[in-house]
């Protein structure tokens, strides 16, 4: 029974221990992949800052960086681990770090031309950890390589036409370097400009001088560490495009395409551009004529100044073309071709309407009258009616009621010159009274016997008889017959006209004077009075004869 016993004990601490060694190895068998995958039992969030992973062409002091998180925010420590890729990490520095820090390391004095690995374990105060992913980055391989240039930068435009260039050059053992400019430009061969003496972590300069404006030019530079044994590092090609400096673009006056441009008195006129320079140089500008003579030049115009020149010579009522080239003292702008056309002469014609003449300027000329004028001359015009008319007014392009006038002739004119006819009127009075002679309402005249006055056609003249003392008005006769005291004649052609006034007289005598007048008017009126006698005269007798 004993050895029964001691027989199941030994199998159960045979299964004992299996157990243990299995829990064991599955331990470390966890902590291995663990470790081999970054990670332990706690996890601690670890972002890459810098370098980017496979970062190439790294100085080689160059700053690594990450950023660490703990997720119950408890500080950390933070240990950078680094080597040449393919050789065993080895320790660099560790850093103290509060949650969500960004830890740097500056790892100094690497090789050039090499690839670099790189990690970090993050631990707590509870000396949990974490192991992060392995980064790489490569050093430059060329030690004196320029990257880039200081000025101007690659592909700059609106560079000054005398640039400065420069780079930064660097000797990973620190000793001296020659600096040798090229350039020309673009598409051209590069030409020698000028070799410099530099130290290393210098900035070289030279100043190109006197490049052609709106070009676009190519440069780069050759670093040698020892002239007697050259060790020669070429930099890229890089370019920039210079400055623009252009002719005017248009005119300042005339402008282009203007018409109707004045000339007078002089037959000349002011031709005007405004002109910039890149550099704020003084230019000369040289203005020419279509057929490219020269008319003028204006000389040290200021940038944002106007130049002009006076154009004399010109025509009336045509077309000029002209342009402009404007210089510093070694760039050369053409502008465009311009033109403006000159004002023509200025057409003046004066037309009458009835009958009359004009002075021209003091001299006396029959109508219509047509002449040419130069533009913005003053013309003096004075209406001169014939006989039997009268000047009313002047009409069309001016208006007035002067007869004598100045035009300026700054346009063509059309001008009527009115000339009203004259008829004149005979008023007479035959008997004792008078006639009053009206006009627009105004008394003009009292005619007792006989007047006589020209009127213009239209007029409308108001007369009114008044008999003298026992008399009385007989009615009108002339050109105008009428019984009524007042009458009104439009005056569109001689008339005469008589008020006639004779004495008061009864109805009897007035019918007595009526009588001849019957007489004349009823036949056999004679005959009848007689026949009209003998019946009166018989029926007296036969009454008689019965008494």
Excluded: C
């Excluded at 980055?137 to 320029?146: A, D, G, L, Q, R």
């Excluded at 592909?155 to 350039?183: C, K, Q």
């Excluded at 282009?256 to 550099?279: R, W």
């Excluded at 004779?502 to 005598?509: F, Q, R, V, Y």
Aim: cysteine-free; charged content about 30%; overall charge negative.
């Amino acid at each position: 029974m004993d050895w029964k016993m001691q027989k199941i004990n030994k199998k159960i601490n045979i299964l004992i221990s299996f157990s243990i060694l299995t829990i064991l190895l599955f331990s470390f068998f966890t902590l291995f992949v663990t470790l081999g995958e970054g990670e332990t039992d706690f996890d601690h969030q670890i972002e890459l800052v810098k370098p980017e992973d496979g970062a190439y062409e790294l100085t080689t002091n160059p700053e690594l960086g990450v950023t660490v998180r703990h997720p119950e925010g408890d500080d950390m420590w933070v240990t950078f681990y680094g080597a040449e890729e393919g050789e065993e990490g080895v320790y660099l520095r560790t850093e103290p770090a509060e949650s969500g820090d960004t830890v740097t390391y500056q790892w100094e004095g690497l090789m050039y031309d090499t690839t670099y690995e790189w990690y970090v374990i993050v631990e707590d105060e509870n000396e949990r950890n974490t192991i992060s992913e392995f980064w790489t980055f490569s050093t430059e391989h060329i030690p004196n390589k320029v990257r880039e240039p200081v000025r101007p930068e690659d592909g700059e435009i609106d560079v000054s036409a005398n640039p400065e260039l420069g780079v930064t050059v660097r000797h990973p053992e620190g000793d001296d370097m020659w600096v040798t400019f090229y350039g020309a430009e673009e598409g051209e061969d590069k030409e020698y400009l000028r070799t410099e003496h530099a130290e290393s972590g210098d900035t070289v300069t030279y100043q190109w001088k006197n490049l052609n404006y709106d070009s676009i030019y190519e440069w780069y530079v050759i670093v040698e560490e020892d002239i007697e044994e050259p060790s020669l590092t070429k930099s890229d090609v890089w370019s920039f495009e210079t400055k623009n400096f252009g002719a005017p673009m248009s005119p300042e006056h005339p402008e282009n395409g203007e018409t109707e441009v004045g000339i007078a008195p002089d037959m000349e006129t002011t031709i005007v551009v405004e002109v910039e320079h890149p550099e704020d140089k003084q230019m000369d500008v040289i203005f020419y004529d279509g057929e490219g003579e020269e008319i003028d030049k204006d000389t040290d115009v200021g940038s944002g100044e106007e130049a002009s020149v006076i154009w004399g010579g010109l025509d009336y009522a045509t077309t000029y073309e002209w342009y402009v080239e404007v210089e510093d003292e070694k760039n050369t702008r053409k502008s465009e071709i311009w033109e403006f056309t000159t004002m023509g002469l200025k057409n003046l014609r004066v037309e009458v309407e009835g009958e009359g003449r004009i002075e021209v300027n003091g001299v006396e000329l029959d109508l219509p009258y047509n002449e040419d004028f130069e533009p913005g001359t003053e013309v003096t015009l004075e209406a001169i009616p014939e006989n039997g008319y009268v000047f009313e007014e002047w009409g069309g392009d001016y208006e007035s009621d002067e007869k004598e006038i100045t035009i300026t002739m700054d346009e063509d004119k059309e001008i009527t010159v009115h000339m009203l006819e004259l008829f004149e009127l005979t008023v007479q009075v035959q008997g004792e009274g008078v006639v009053e002679v009206e006009v627009n309402g105004e008394m003009m005249e009292e005619v007792e016997n006989s007047w006589s006055e020209n009127f213009k056609s239209g007029t409308e003249v108001s007369l009114t008889a008044i008999p003298g003392e026992s008399r009385a008005f007989q009615g009108w006769t002339g050109d105008y017959e009428y019984e009524e005291k007042e009458i009104t004649i439009e005056m569109d052609e001689d008339k005469e006209v008589t008020a006639n006034i004779g004495e008061k007289i009864s109805t009897i005598s007035r019918v007595r004077q009526q009588i001849p007048r019957v007489r004349q008017q009823i036949p056999g009126f004679t005959n009848s009075l007689l026949i009209l006698a003998a019946i009166f005269a018989i029926t007296i007798y036969y009454t008689k004869s019965k008494k």
